[in-house]
């Protein structure tokens, strides 16, 4: 039976095991069937998944209408919605309105259960406060319209720790798995996050599927002998050992998984209906640490992403850059990172025009005009 947890501010329990509807399936021509949509988001449902998380961005906004599809005929009942401002799209702040309006539409409803300020980093932050957006999140509240309020992260420790300490948040959502535990908001932003009362979802535990599809033979082998030593049951797969990581951190109240098939909603309510998907023992922990190790290992580029290679003139993000392509090599070129860098760069390595100026400022001495190159050449673009 699935496993459940309690949120400090909602009434009822929530499924431990929430489903991101990111990554739908599609067809050669890249569009999502709705129907197949509906289909698998109401198997979660009702498999045991009371928790259903979309984004206004999520496949150009067909996302938001599949989820308002599958929440009808009493669905709407047995799950909550959890929906995203694009903080990053907002020019003024009207757009806080016109934004949220268009959200409701493509749901078909007039209130979002859970709502969340999307992707905060400095600058979205920076238009947090700008555009007043939480004394709007107080209006929308007040008015009916959300009933609980929080945000997703993608800064670092000290921005986590300045949000969350800025408005009366009910809940968070971090990236966390045991490969990026000292990464964004760390183990010690999840720690502060539960020391203030905000509860935290997880979201990326593993890591867009990184740490489960074709597994570099370095740590299957890691894997492999640790079940021939008898130290671990042989049928745990990858996808239960990085689950088992995050819900065993104090202060997770929900783990997000983007499920794109009815094999993968299986599999997964599977783990997450297991007594001790919470428990992990000091023996596995040190398994899990020589993975981790392995993966960083793999690494190609030592990037430490102390910025001082910005502000680039074609605004490329170049840390960014070089950190999808280090997870692209090290992950064996897992099509999830090219898909990310896709959706989430806004400028591309193929926009550089090899001034050189990065590299007269990089500390490490990389050459970034070949490594934007190689980055171009790898994903297109």
């Known amino acids: ?43 979660a449902i009702d498999s045991g998944i009371n928790y259903i998380d979309t984004g206004f961005t999520y496949h150009g906004g067909m996302s938001e209408r599949i989820v308002g599809m599958a929440m009808k005929d009493g669905y709407s009942e047995k799950a909550m919605v959890a929906d995203k401002m694009p903080i990053w799209l907002c020019k003024e702040a009207s757009d806080l309105d016109r934004y949220f309006e268009k959200q409701l539409k493509r749901l078909d409803m007039d209130c979002i259960d859970m709502y969340l300020i999307h992707n905060i980093i400095p ?42 300490d800025a408005y009366s948040w009910e809940f ?27 509860d935290v979802i997880v979201m990326e535990p593993l890591k867009g599927g990184r740490l489960t599809d074709k597994v570099p033979e370095s740590v ?20 239960e050992w990085a689950f088992k990581w995050v819900c065993a951190q104090k202060g997770v109240s929900l783990v997000l998984s983007g499920m794109n098939s009815m094999e993968q909603i ?24 020589e993975v981790t190790a392995e993966y960083k290992a793999k690494v190609k580029y030592g990037c430490t992403g102390c910025e001082y290679c910005t502000p680039c003139p074609q605004k490329l993000d170049i840390p960014s850059i070089i950190d999808y392509l280090n997870v692209w090599y090290a992950y064996d070129k897992n099509p999830s990172t090219k898909f990310e860098y896709e959706t989430w760069m806004t400028a591309h390595a193929s926009d550089c025009v090899a001034c050189g100026q990065c590299e007269e400022k ?10 934007m190159k190689d980055a171009a050449e790898q994903f297109g673009k």
């Open 362 to 371: 990089c500390p490490q001495g990389l050459k970034i005009t070949d490594i």
């Open 220 to 239: 299957k082998a890691i894997w492999d002998r640790a079940a021939e030593a008898g130290a671990v049951p042989a049928d745990r797969s990858p996808a």
């Open 123 to 164: 600058p979205n932050w920076k238009k947090v406060q700008k555009f007043n957006a939480l004394d709007w999140l107080d209006a929308k509240k007040a008015a009916g319209q959300i009933k609980h309020v929080g945000f997703s992260f993608h800064g670092d420790l000290a921005l986590f720790k300045e949000v969350i």
């Open 172 to 198: 968070c959502q971090i990236q966390l798995n045991y490969v990026d535990r000292d990464e964004q908001a760390t183990l010690e932003g999840l720690e502060y996050a539960r020391q203030k009362g905000v």
């Open 1 to 43: 039976m699935m496993q459940y947890r309690k949120f400090n501010t909602l009434e009822k329990e929530t499924s431990l095991l929430g489903m991101g509807v990111m990554r739908l399936p599609m067809d050669e021509q890249g569009r999502v069937n709705n129907q197949e949509g509906v289909d698998l988001i109401r198997h």
């Open 266 to 289: 299986d599999n997964n309510v599977a783990i997450f209906s297991k007594e001790d998907i919470a428990e992990i023992r000091d023996g596995e922990l040190a398994i899990i640490d």
